[in-house]
Nanobody
Framework: QVQLIESGGGWVQPGGSLRLSCTAS????????MGWFRQAPGKEREFVTA????????YYGDSVRGRFTVSRENGKKTLSLQMNSLKPEDTAVYYC????????????????????WGQGTQVTVSS
């Protein structure tokens, strides 16, 4: 059974940087299409970024494009998210997600595409 282990997060001042990591463990040696979503209090879960399991295709939400960068490590089983130029509106619980299938590109922004989720990690941006 696949599990997602998240690390990173915490508190940072506006303009600062943080790095999140998510490692898929269990299951087989295969890789997975993985993504990051976030949810702020009182708001819906928002797409942040996603990466095809080959690592060849990466996609970003409009609010983070140009500031966040996603990368694959550890034989593509770890998805890391480098967050730069953080803003107070980036404050949220960030969730890692994995799809057990091969979703088409247009569905990768949808939370319903992903069946495995991490426990979430808090990111707080404030002065």
């Amino acid at each position: 059974q696949v599990q997602l282990i998240e690390s990173g997060g915490g508190w940072v001042q506006p303009g600062g940087s943080l790095r999140l990591s998510c490692t898929a463990s269990g299951g087989t040696s295969r890789t997975y299409t993985m993504g990051w979503f976030r949810q702020a209090p009182g708001k819906e879960r928002e797409f942040v970024t996603a990466s095809k399991r080959s690592g060849a295709g990466t996609y970003y939400g409009d609010s983070v494009r140009g500031r966040f960068t996603v990368s694959r490590e550890n034989g593509k089983k770890t998805l890391s998210l480098q967050m730069n130029s953080l803003k107070p509106e980036d404050t949220a619980v960030y969730y890692c997600a994995a799809s057990l299938g091969d979703p088409i590109t247009s569905s990768m922004r949808l939370a319903s595409t992903y069946s495995v989720w991490g426990q979430g990690t808090q990111v707080t941006v404030s002065s």
